[in-house]
Nanobody, 124 residues
């Protein structure tokens, strides 16, 4: 059974930092492209960042470029999202997702597995 479990969310002041982790099990992790998405209250889930199966240039939403960094550790079946200079508009539930394709995608429907999410709240 495939499981993705996020951790690292919490409450932080604007300008602060958080590092999210997503531990994967039940799949050959190195064969999956992985990504982070987020959903704010009353809004649709949106793409944040993703990285392909083969270590290459990741992709980011314009709203997080220069502030968020996605990375993966295939040996530990884990992906990370380092977030700095957080803003109140970054407040959302953050989800990790895995896609059984070599190249990442920004499309929500393109991912096969999802975690349960972790809450990130940024106060002003």
């Amino acid at each position: 059974q495939v499981q993705l479990v996020e951790s690292g969310g919490g409450l932080v002041q604007a300008g602060g930092s958080l590092r999210l982790s997503c531990a994967a099990s039940g799949l050959t992790f190195s064969r999956f492209s992985v990504g982070w998405f987020r959903q704010a209250p009353g809004k649709e889930r949106e793409f944040v960042a993703a990285v392909s199966r083969l270590i290459g240039s990741p992709g980011y939403a314009d709203s997080v470029k220069g502030r968020f960094t996605i990375s993966r550790d295939n040996a530990k079946n884990t992906i990370f999202l380092q977030m700095i200079n957080l803003k109140p508009e970054d407040t959302a539930v953050y989800y990790c997702a895995a896609r059984a394709r070599p190249i990442y995608s920004g499309g929500i429907t393109e991912y096969d597995y999802w975690g349960q999410g972790t809450q990130v709240t940024v106060s002003s």
